[in-house]
């Protein structure tokens, strides 16, 4: 379990920490790339799942996301459409951590299984190594070069590599490859199997099969661990967003919300939420964060939030909004209720960096603005009259437009009116078809398309009192704002929102809204759809790959964007703009398409500006050409272009409880001068940082600087933290930044797997099923973590339908023995345990009835002294040795070896070992 609990800290497990390893190409390519090994994995496991929840489904390499999404909610009864977006969002998360470690940690071999280091990065094994692997190439394939005693002693090892040096241990194999300098000397030639090209391309199939197969067997020790249905949220099954509320508690904002009336409304749905994340903020306080999936444990948190503190506004909204940020699954919807100005509006800029990093839209509901309310008395405190300053109100509305999000106005008595548009956002396969935000305003007509695939469109439209509209169909005929009933939809108003509810019936076509107003104001376009689109930053490399993008483009430079069509495998596009409301301008990337739905958009020498993505395209599924086949949709999140960069690499991504972590930065400029350096983190934990760096007329355009970061010791192991890094010019013009997320986890040293021993297995069950409910079967099993394990932690019921008891006991030696019955039915002839530690090593424990028809049964009387690894699942081949001899002449145990990203090249294959 060594490696696999290694490894399982490498792969991104909760979708945000960096992940597979590096050796087979990263993305896109004729061979099989980690995207390709990732994807099948997960495809087929969450298939799997879906199947054992009663799903029907075949299973098999060539499923796509959308089949998945269809069968794993084939049972449920809905009338909307499916979406996959958070599903293919969460792939795309790991995707993108695979390929940071791929290119950003290409010459630290632990992230890769290089140089013989097979335990992951915890310790590497080739100390005191003098064992030679590999002879020199003979020919231009490298089939040949292991040693063939190596081969007879079956020892496992793997290429040095290096894009620096050439150095490596005498007689020892290269991985190879034109970034690999250790190639060259002698034994020279490469053992890798990255590509069909490679030293030993005829085995790249079968290694990245066997990757796909372990990557498989980590993604189901998660699954046992979590659940089932755990499982299938945190791979993004999900038809809905997490529901987080950022609530200011000095103004008694929960009394207002209606939040009951939301929650309960999509309760049992398909739109009801994955999560519910609250966050409170006050003064001097904000925080903690509470999550939860029970919507009554929510709506008793909310129930508790009372009117804190004397009223002094303002109050932390930014730190709550941080810390909601950095909470919340990435493309999350936050709603933040204050009456109340930001005291922390300096970290403004932060949250814009993390919105822009998260995807996530964040809409304000504001009260108070320009309204007042009595001084009164809460428990002994006396609240004076709040507001909220004109300058945060446009704060909020900066954040608001920076992430697609609104900035509604209302008075307090009027906000549960407002909280409509929550219920609209939750309603399921939503999408933005189109919007804008005019600021300075000024009278304009706005086009539209909706497709057939489109219902239930919602026009939103914010302003202040004296807009007027003009709305007008595909077919010309037209209704006025002064209609709040009308031919084409109804209107509602409240505060400074217009809620616009298209009539049911023909919808498609091109719609035009024409706006009179001088005034700032926005326009949003929603409806229900499955299609859909997702996009990411990315950089092209020369040695080829797709590299995510961190911060924020080069202004002047190129932007290339990865596009991923969600929800149809029909669908052509057309056109991909970057979109800049304030100019106005608009500019068209050159489309390359690629595989599975994805095109590779790029965007030659882009303008200082902030942008949004458009994106135009047909469904090819079908032979006419009408107005209805051409779709338009628009991403929330804004893009916005920087003339600096901000580079930050820490050597881990875990950090100990009581220690501190080095985090060098680097900020680059073509002009010299002296930048200010802001650093913040979502946990409040003490960090050193430079005020500000200073690039000179001889420093190559950049300027170092280091951040230590100080994780107090009683940080529980899990917490997250989420570090912010950011340069700004002199001017305050220009900002960029870097972001960095870290786990607190104290230092493993379980790394084995619970063991567990069959007691006994008495009851004997008929073979016909007529008669099953009439007779019971029991298994009775010890199960232990050994005398230095950490202990077990859960023992779940995995498969059977009958009833599990455990009770607790000493060994002989000391350690807690767990000793588990299971009751059962002989309608229920399997059983399988999973059992997890508090490392977090998981395993299985399986028994079967005895049938009747079973030669030579065994006596009830008579305990099976059978000792198995809870990390076996399948018995081991009596011609694989318990162990496996290294190279360096050290030992690894069998089961332990796992096959994640490269390490699928790392084992012996036909007699050719990497």
């Known amino acids: ?359 996530t839209e964040v809409s304000f509901l504001l009260t108070n603005i320009f309204f007042s309310r009595r001084r009164r008395s809460i428990d002994g405190q006396d609240f004076s009259s709040r507001a909220v300053r004109l ?180 669908v052509k596009v057309t056109e991909v703009t970057l979109f800049d409301s304030s100019v106005p301008k608009e500019l068209t990337g050159s489309i390359q398409s690629l595989e599975s739905s994805n095109f590779l958009v790029t965007f030659s020498e882009v303008p200082a500006g902030d942008y949004v993505v458009r994106l135009q395209g047909e469904d090819t599924s079908t032979t006419s050409r009408s107005t209805s086949d051409t779709f338009q949709r628009q991403a929330s999140t804004r893009i916005t272009t920087a003339s600096l960069s901000v580079a930050a690499q820490a050597d881990s991504i875990n950090i100990e409880p009581g220690t501190s972590i080095t985090i060098p930065f680097t900020v680059s400029s073509d002009v010299t001068g002296t930048f200010r350096v802001q650093v913040s983190n979502d946990r409040s934990f003490d960090f050193t940082s430079p005020g500000n760096v200073s690039i000179g007329p001889s420093d190559g355009g950049k300027a170092n600087g280091t951040i230590t970061l100080t994780v107090p010791a009683s940080t529980g192991s899990g917490t997250d933290v989420t570090l912010t890094i950011q340069a700004q010019n002199a001017a305050a013009t220009d900002t960029n930044y870097a972001v960095l997320r870290f786990s607190v986890a104290a230092k493993t040293t379980d790394l084995s797997s619970p063991v567990c021993q069959i007691v006994n297995i008495s009851g004997i069950c008929n073979v016909s099923s007529i008669l099953c409910a009439s007779s019971q079967w029991e298994f009775i099993a010890n199960l232990t973590d050994g005398i230095n394990g950490t202990g077990i932690a859960s023992i779940t019921l995995h498969e059977g339908n009958g009833t599990l008891d455990t009770s607790t006991v000493v060994g002989a030696g000391g350690e807690n023995i767990t000793l588990v019955t299971y009751t059962a039915s002989c309608c229920s002839q399997n059983v399988v345990l999973a059992a997890v530690d508090r490392a977090g090593n998981v395993g299985t424990c399986m028994g079967q009835a005895r049938l009747l028809a079973t030669p030579a049964p065994m006596t009830t009387t008579t305990p099976v002294p059978t000792t198995t690894s809870l990390t076996t699942t399948t018995p081991v081949p009596t011609t694989t040795p318990s162990t496996i001899p290294l190279a360096n002449g050290d030992t690894i145990n069998a089961s332990s070896i796992d096959a994640i990203g490269d390490i699928g090249d790392e084992l012996p294959l036909g007699g050719s070992t990497k």
Not at 51 to 71: G, H, P, T, W
Not at 297 to 323: R, V
Not at 523 to 539: D, M, R
Request: net charge negative; glycine share 8%.
């Open 391 to 570: 300058s945060d109100v446009q704060l909020y509305r900066d954040l608001a437009q920076a992430s697609g999000g609104q900035a509604i106005e209302v008075r307090k008595s009027d906000l549960s009116m407002a909280t409509t548009v929550i219920k609209d956002s939750s309603a399921g396969a939503v999408v933005t078809v189109f919007q804008v935000v005019m600021d300075p305003g000024r009278p304009d007509n706005f086009n539209f398309t909706v497709d057939s695939s489109v219902s239930n469109v919602i026009i939103y439209i914010t302003g202040v009192s004296s807009l007027t509209f003009t709305l007008t169909s595909s077919a010309g005929v037209s209704q006025e704002s002064s209609q709040t009933s009308g031919p084409l939809a109804s209107l509602t108003t409240v505060g400074n929102l217009r809620r616009i509810s298209l009539n049911a019936g023909n919808q498609t076509g091109v719609w035009q809204i024409h706006i009179s107003s001088n005034s700032p104001y926005s326009i949003k376009v929603t409806g229900q759809s499955s299609v859909n689109f997702i996009y990411n930053l990315v950089e092209l490399q020369q040695e080829g790959g797709i590299r995510p993008k961190e911060g924020r483009p080069a202004t002047g430079g190129n932007v290339t964007l990865l596009v991923t069509v969600t929800g149809s495998d029909t």
């Open 1 to 359: 379990m060594a490696v696999k609990h290694t490894v399982m800290l490498l792969v991104a497990v909760c979708l945000y920490l960096p992940g597979l390893s590096h050796g087979f190409q990263p993305s896109f390519s004729v061979d099989e790339t980690h995207r390709d090994i990732t994807r099948k994995a997960v495809l087929r496991k969450t298939a799997e799942v879906c199947r054992d929840l009663a799903f029907n489904l075949k299973i098999d390499d060539n499923l796509s996301v959308q089949e998945v999404q269809k069968a794993c909610f084939s049972s449920s009864t809905y009338t909307t459409p499916l979406s996959t977006d958070i599903f293919q969002t969460a792939l795309n998360e790991i995707y993108g951590s695979n390929e940071k470690v791929y290119f950003s940690l290409v010459d630290i071999p632990e992230f890769h299984f290089h140089s013989e280091t097979f335990l992951g990065g915890r310790d590497i094994i080739t100390r005191g190594s003098f064992t030679p692997t590999c002879k020199s190439c003979t020919g231009d394939a490298c089939a040949d070069n292991i040693l063939p005693e190596v081969l007879k002693q079956g020892l496992l090892t793997s290429g040095y590599f290096s894009t620096f040096s050439s150095s490596k241990p005498t007689g020892k194999c290269s991985h190879g490859g034109l970034l690999d300098k250790t190639r060259k000397r002698d034994p020279v030639g490469g053992i890798n199997k990255d590509s069909f090209t490679s030293d030993h391309g005829t085995l790249h199939r079968k290694a990245a099969n066997l990757a796909v197969d372990a990557t498989m067997e980590l993604l189901e020790d998660i699954r046992l661990a979590a659940g089932d249905r755990n499982f299938l949220r945190l791979m993004g099954l999900s038809q809905s967003y997490a529901l987080c509320f950022v609530i200011d508690t000095t103004g008694s904002m929960g009394d207002d919300i209606d939040a009951f009336n939301i929650i309960d409304s999509n309760a049992g749905t398909l739109q009801e939420p994955s999560q519910y994340i609250l966050v409170p903020f006050n003064d001097p306080e904000f925080g903690p964060v509470i999550k939860t999936t029970d919507k009554n444990y929510f709506k008793e948190e909310i129930n508790k939030l009372t009117a804190f503190g004397g009223g002094d506004e303002p109050e932390l909204s930014m730190s709550g909004l941080q810390l909601a940020l950095t909470s919340a699954p990435p493309s999350s919807k936050i709603y933040v209720f204050t009456d109340a100005s930001a005291k922390d509006s300096h970290l403004k800029s932060t949250n814009i960096a993390l919105i822009e990093r998260t995807k």
